[in-house]
């Protein structure tokens, strides 16, 4: 099993160019299958659930690098921020981001977290939409926050095989950063753009992604 996961890891990684960085997407996976990509050379991990990642951070070896790439829920706010994960890919209001960074203040600490923007068809993802997120820098409300660093933005593409409409989504969300970073020049640091699964991470890389979070591929079916 180890064997698959280190062979799949190799195959995913073959197709990436330098500079783009794998995201090992092991939610509902065991923390088996964790140790054996980071046997494999893996050190950075998605999880999606706070209660899964609370469980694997002290089963496994702790120079992995944890990003949180699910919907957050305010009141798993404190226990999520205790993890001290690298990066908190999800923040998907100007509500939560607040909760994280008065969080993260009293915790004594600093959240570096992604602004997840909404550009898929389907109603169900999260996410600011691209008026409220360009509303968001426009405003400056950024220069608020106390114990958080906005490091880049993430998102999903529209869920469908109309390439044509993944590529534009893709798109649209590249041109949303270089928009923000127009009209905040002086932002330091917003230099992450996390798109891309397994069934679209090369239309995303194509796109100018600089991590790109894969599960299925690497991992197999969730069970
Ligand atoms: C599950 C998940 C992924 C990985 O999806 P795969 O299709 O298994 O590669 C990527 N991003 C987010 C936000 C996810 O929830």
Redesign the pocket.
């Known amino acids: 099993m180890d064997s698959d996961i280190a062979r799949a890891l190799a195959a995913v990684r073959a197709t990436l160019p330098d500079g783009v960085h794998l995201v090992a997407?092991s939610?509902f996976h065991p923390a088996g299958a964790v140790a054996g990509a980071y046997a494999a050379g893996q050190r950075l991990f998605?999880e999606?659930r706070v209660q899964e990642l609370a469980a694997k951070v002290p089963a496994l070896p702790s120079d992995i690098e944890w990003h949180f790439?699910?919907h957050l829920q305010t009141n798993k706010v404190r226990q999520l921020v205790g993890l001290r994960p690298a990066l908190i890919?999800?923040v998907d209001s100007e509500r939560l981001l607040g909760a994280i960074d008065a969080e993260s203040l009293r915790a004594g600490t600093v959240s570096r977290v992604l602004l997840q923007v909404h550009v898929a068809a389907e109603e169900t993802k999260f996410g600011f939409s691209p008026d409220e997120l360009t509303g968001y820098f426009r405003s400056r409300a950024f220069e608020g926050l106390r114990a958080t660093h906005i490091c880049g933005l993430m998102a999903?593409a529209s869920n469908t095989d109309d390439t044509a409409r993944v590529e534009a989504d893709f798109a649209r969300v590249a041109a949303l950063k270089k928009q923000i970073e127009a009209m905040c020049p002086d932002l330091r640091g917003f230099d992450v753009l996390s798109m891309g699964?397994?069934?679209d991470y090369r239309l995303a890389i194509a796109a100018g992604a600089t991590h790109v979070?894969?599960?299925?591929?690497i991992f197999g079916d969730?069970v």
């Not at 979070?213 to 591929?217: L, P, Q």
């Open positions: 997407v939610k998605g999606s790439i699910g890919e999800s999903m699964m397994s069934h979070r894969i599960g299925t591929a969730r």
